[in-house]
């Protein structure tokens, strides 16, 4: 475990190492920050005044050792729009974002597990079918189209009267299509929101717990269609294997069967992907975080893109690597808990 925790922090640097390059590299190309910072009446010579006090005349290798010598430290420079520490800015917005892709996990995990299992047991169904039309209905729709849909529907609301109200069935349909909407589509409820210690939450009382129900769901259309498929076709696979057979043919109880060794082993390759995909979450709540105003990084990033603020986007890119690289370790550890037979020295069990 030490060997392979070492492994991986050698890795983990290695691939920070590579984003932080990559992320410094492109700063050119994302605008000019002192048109962002001054006014259009400025003189140009204030305005190289302040160029060469930012230090933007410096070659690129001394502006990115001065970069790598204060980032080891966790100092990525000063906001040019906030006029504080990048670190304070991410901060501030991080809760938002991480309680967004908390609560898009929580939905993916809790509907896609038993939709999955049930969709492989059950193959030929006719609600197995129509879980398996959603998902790829699901997996076509970019999440921005999902989110404006859901605004429509449970916050704007809607109402359509396609059948005629001669009959009671033609009222109960019309009165099934429409919707009176009220949810929740705009910012976080920042009056609603709790302090938790230092950390706003949405997750402390109801009232605030709708403001992320929309954008939730949201997010979570993005994995959920892919992890019912996926959860699926391993389910189908394992079902078929020679040791479900003989557990079948020893009398063992069909549940047990199902969910205690079929799916401990379908969960393997699927902690794989969901390992990354999960991690893939923050970086699709832009989308999601922009079209319900939500005050997370992805919004703030945009924000930052807009005033060509570098400092934040290099922090941003920086944060958002450094959680990849936390998730994917924390999926290789995990692997040893759900199968006992992977080692993750990389030793032969």
């Known amino acids: 475990m030490i060997a392979f925790l070492i492994k991986r922090l050698f890795h983990a640097l290695l691939v920070m190492f590579v984003i932080s390059v990559i992320s410094f590299a492109i700063q050119d190309n994302l605008g000019d920050p002192i048109q962002q910072m001054v006014g259009q009446s400025v003189p140009e010579s204030e305005r190289a ?30 906001s040019y729009f906030f006029n504080e520490p990048t670190t304070d800015v991410i901060l501030r917005h991080l809760p938002a974002t991480l309680e967004l892709v908390a609560a898009a996990t929580f939905l993916i995990v809790t509907l896609s597990v038993p939709i999955g299992v049930y969709s492989a ?92 129900v929309l954008p939730a769901i949201s997010l979570a259309s993005i994995m959920l269609p892919l992890f019912i498929r996926l959860i699926r076709a391993e389910m189908l696979e394992v079902l078929q294997s020679d040791y479900v057979k003989f557990a079948k043919a020893k009398g063992i109880s069909m549940r047990r069967i199902y969910f205690l060794h079929a799916l401990k082993n379908t969960m393997l390759p699927v902690i794989t992907v969901g390992g990354v995909q999960i991690g893939t979450l923050v970086a699709f709540t832009i989308l999601t975080e922009t079209v319900f105003q939500w ?25 958002v690597g450094l959680i990849f690289v936390i998730t994917n370790t924390l999926v290789d550890l995990i692997y040893g808990l759900v199968n006992p037979t992977v080692k993750l020295t990389g030793k032969p069990a």
Do not use: C
Not at 49 to 78: I, S, T, W
């Open 295 to 319: 005050p997370g990084m992805g919004l703030m990033f945009l924000d930052a893109i807009e005033r060509s603020d570098i400092p934040l986007i290099i922090t941003y890119l920086m944060v």
């Open 121 to 212: 047991i059950k193959p030929r169904s006719p609600l197995s079918r129509l879980f398996m039309g959603v998902s790829i209905v699901g997996i076509s729709i970019p999440v921005f189209l999902t989110a404006i849909v859901l605004i429509q529907i449970f916050s704007i609301g809607i109402s359509v009267t396609p059948f005629p109200e001669t009959t009671g069935w033609g009222s109960w349909l019309n009165g099934l299509l429409s919707t009176e909407g009220g949810m929740p589509a705009y910012g976080r409820g920042n009056d609603l929101t709790h302090v938790v210690g230092t950390w706003y939450t949405n997750f402390a009382s109801w009232d605030s717990l709708t403001y992320l």
């Open 49 to 78: 005044a302040l160029r060469e006090e930012l230090g933007l005349n410096d070659p690129f290798l001394v502006q990115y050792l001065r970069f790598a010598k204060n980032a080891v430290q966790f100092d990525f420079g000063y």
